[in-house]
């Protein structure tokens, strides 16, 4: 069992900058992905940043070029940096562990970002 916890989450104006950050606790996988998605009301949860256990990432392409997601391999943590922010990079963002070799995943409870215009 992987335990998540984010933080980060706020209401910002549009053009501004919050940092989203996840730490996992538990039977962390060796093999594994360390992600972000959202969801926004009414809409289908979107992956927003991936990181895996051989070091490569991987954005959506809604936010290439705005947000850098960062992973500190020892500590089993994730950071997603998320700059000049638009009204719809709103959305409930939750951090996600996939187990690879079996094919679990876990989810962190969420943290909400609101962008004002």
């Known amino acids: 069992q992987v335990y998540l916890a984010e933080s980060g989450g706020g209401l910002v104006q549009a053009g501004g900058s919050l940092r989203l950050f996840c730490a996992a606790s538990?039977?962390?996988?060796?093999?594994?992905?360390m992600n972000w998605y959202r969801q926004a009301p009414g809409k289908q949860r979107e992956m927003v940043a991936r990181?895996?256990?051989?070091?490569?990432?991987s954005y959506g392409d809604s936010v290439k070029g705005r947000f850098t997601v960062s992973r500190d391999y020892a500590k089993n943590t994730v950071s997603l940096q998320m700059n000049n922010l638009k009204p719809e990079d709103t959305a409930v963002y939750y951090c996600?562990?996939?187990?690879?070799?079996?094919?679990?995943?876990?989810w962190g409870q969420g943290t909400q970002v609101t962008v004002s215009s």
């Open positions: 996600n562990v996939e187990d690879y070799s079996d094919y679990e995943d876990y």
């Open positions: 538990g039977s962390f996988p060796i093999n594994n992905g």
């Open positions: 990181t895996s256990s051989d070091g490569t990432t």
